[in-house]
């Protein structure tokens, strides 16, 4: 009975060390699945029935060849967060969506390392809106050789940020303004919430001056290249050292 037991206790180790093994493969799997997209993100200003025109860079990270499923949408800002939204489409007579046109198939497929240059073009209309427009082009790549229903894939994106000039308000002010009063040696780290008060994404640009303890201004540190969207209030951290 002993050696029974004990043949029962090996095989259902056996059998667990397999469904773990599996499970392991099963994730190792869809981790292969990837893409890289450059740019990650575009912004334009465009007067009413201007036009204009770039490359997307995709490259098929993955370790098997993909099918490459391309679809665009649009994105709304998050009042009072730093965070968005995609919808399908926002309210209006036209939109990003409508403006953004990609020349590639809308599924296509894609070989292993394989690097494409995909052009696009974005046209306002006439009857555009003054304002901030805001989309995305999104690229979902599935394992080509997987003909289940549920295709488990992975997804990049360019985010489009459009303002059409007009009767609209860039502006935008600091809520709060954090560092250490008093700092020995570097580095020294200013954190700031800033908060996007007008109709158009707008990008802070500045410097924060750094004085020692008798007023003189001894360093500086600039703040710029981060993007804040109408509504949104986005924490911003610089550092001098």
Request: proline share 5%; hydrophobic share 45%.
């Amino acid at each position: 009975m002993e050696i029974t037991k004990l043949r029962i206790g090996t095989l259902a180790l056996v059998v667990l060390a397999s469904a773990l093994l599996l499970g392991m493969m099963a994730q190792s799997a869809v981790a292969s699945i990837g893409l890289r997209i450059q740019p990650v993100k575009i912004s334009q200003t465009l007067e009413p029935g201007d036009s204009t025109k770039g490359v997307i860079t995709l490259t098929n990270e993955s370790d098997r060849p993909v099918e490459v499923y391309v679809t665009v949408s649009d994105f709304v800002p998050m009042a009072g967060a730093d965070s968005i939204q995609f919808v399908d489409r926002v309210e209006g007579v036209t939109s990003v969506k409508d403006w953004i046109t990609v020349d590639e198939k809308a599924v296509f497929s894609f070989k292993v390392g394989e690097t494409r240059e995909i052009p696009y073009s974005i046209a306002a209309p006439l009857d555009a809106e003054p304002g901030g427009h805001f989309g995305a082009v999104f690229f979902k790549a599935v394992d080509a050789a997987d003909e289940s229903t549920l295709r488990i894939g992975t997804q990049v994106g360019m985010l489009v940020l459009i303002a059409i000039p007009g009767n609209h308000l860039q502006k935008g002010e600091i809520r709060t303004f954090e560092a250490d009063t008093f700092v020995q040696k570097g580095p020294v780290s200013f954190e700031m919430q800033f908060e996007n008060t007008g109709t158009v994404h707008f990008e802070p640009k500045g410097d924060i001056a750094i004085s020692n303890m008798f007023g003189k201004v001894i360093g500086h540190a600039p703040v710029e290249g981060q993007v804040v969207l109408p509504t949104s209030i986005k924490t911003l951290v610089e550092h001098w050292n």
